[in-house]
């Protein structure tokens, strides 16, 4: 049974993403079904790691004054 679901998503992602899908002549639905899927299945290696996205991340912000980063933020924003 098929269920629909509403995520909110950025608009650049989601362009990105029919662009991804359409490459792979998939849907947006079947890629996001599928990534639920792996990271959902119980006992599943995948359901117990970080995400893809955020061990490609890890370690990145390594020595970054916070403090700091967060003057420099608001000073590029304003």
């Known amino acids: 049974m098929m269920t629909k679901l509403t995520l909110s998503v950025d608009s650049r992602v989601v362009v990105r993403a029919k662009r991804y899908a359409a490459r792979r002549k998939t849907s ?3 890629l996001v079904e599928g990534y639920l899927d792996l990271v959902s299945r ?5 359901a117990e790691e970080d995400p893809p996205a955020l061990r490609l991340m890890s370690g990145v912000a390594r020595g970054v004054d916070p403090e700091g980063y967060g003057r420099y933020l608001v000073r590029k924003h304003l």
């Open 28 to 30: 947006v639905s079947k």
């Open 42 to 46: 119980p006992g599943s290696e995948a």
